[in-house]
């Protein structure tokens, strides 16, 4: 289970640490493609889990150098975008 001093201290995990897990996801995303969930031609699954792996790296750097171990941080509960996404997921 993640705690939150885990998160400050360059340990948050987003990206499934447990081969079966990425499995599972991926079988629910080949369904939801099924089901027509998507408008558009969805993002290949390997690139959605490999971006998520990087942003996890990302934010885990992030909170070395600028939060670890403060307990009073606030941070925008708003969603996380980088410039660089914005030609999978579109403008902000």
């Given amino acids: 289970m993640p705690h939150y001093e885990d998160c400050l ?3 948050f995990h987003l ?8 499995k599972k996801l991926e079988e629910d995303y080949n ?8 408008r558009d031609d ?5 690139e959605i889990m490999k971006r998520t792996q990087d ?3 990302r934010i885990n750097q992030w909170t ?3 939060l670890g171990g403060c307990q009073h ?3 925008d509960s708003g969603p996380i975008y980088l410039e660089e996404d914005a030609e999978t ?3 902000k």
């Fill in 64 to 66: 070395i150098r600028g």
């Fill in 42 to 46: 969805p993002p290949v699954f390997n």
């Fill in 15 to 22: 990206y499934p640490s447990v081969m079966r897990c990425d």
């Fill in 55 to 57: 942003l996890e790296s």
């Fill in 73 to 75: 941080q606030t941070v």
């Fill in 31 to 38: 369904q939801m493609i099924l089901s027509g969930m998507f």
């Fill in 9 to 11: 201290n360059g340990k």
């Fill in 89 to 91: 997921f579109g403008p």
